[in-house]
């Protein structure tokens, strides 16, 4: 992608967010999606009073694509105040037409970062799953994950059951009680060959 193809996709979800509807969240969201023919669609958070019905600026962006006939997109600039991500409806919608859509994510001040859809997404759920072509896919790799404190070493059995914070200290916690006085067996079985 050509810096002057992003400098122009930034600079249209900038505008586009100005034109958001957010009289509720006041976090407001400019799109800006690429399609392969070289058109630029737009589009902006349109929230509701009903908030089930808010949409975001991403989806707004895909469906005027979609229903304008553009189905392969090059990418999509996402402009907020903080360089927020995309959230997780638009990252499945965004896969479904394009897994390798650049994605730029900028804030106000122009910083800017990139990635892809599946980047924002691994494992996803996608075409492919309906599509009668053999599953599972291979797993992507876990470039980012960091060891899990609660995992013991390489050398555990397996079905090892080591104590859950997120029992002890999350969900028990808020019923009031110790995982004991409420009977919680406050374990989370891990297998090491799954
Ligand atoms: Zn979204």
């Not at 970062?113 to 876990?142: I, M, Q």
Request: net charge positive.
């Amino acid at each position: 992608m050509r810096p002057m193809d992003r400098k122009a996709l930034i600079h249209q979800a900038k505008e586009a967010r100005e034109r958001a509807y957010a009289p509720y969240s006041n976090y407001r969201v400019g799109a800006a999606l690429l399609g392969a023919s070289g058109r630029i669609y737009t589009g902006c958070n349109v929230e509701n009073a009903v908030y089930p019905e808010c949409i975001c600026a991403e989806r707004v962006a895909v469906v005027k694509a979609v229903s304008e006939g553009e189905r392969d997109f090059v990418a999509i600039a996402v402009v907020t105040r903080d360089g927020g991500s995309p959230c997780g409806s638009c990252r499945q919608v965004l896969l479904e037409f394009a897994p390798q859509v650049r994605v730029l994510i900028a804030n106000e001040s122009g910083q800017v970062r990139e990635t892809s859809a599946a980047a924002l997404l691994p494992d996803h759920f996608g075409p492919d799953n309906l599509s009668g072509k053999p599953y599972p896919r291979p797993a992507p790799p876990l470039a980012h994950d960091r060891p899990d404190p609660r995992m013991t070493n390489a050398n555990s059995s397996p079905n090892t059951e080591v104590p859950s914070r997120t029992l002890e200290g999350g969900m028990c916690a808020r019923m009031g009680g110790t995982p004991a006085a409420k009977g919680w067996t406050a374990t989370t079985r891990i297998s090491s060959d799954q």
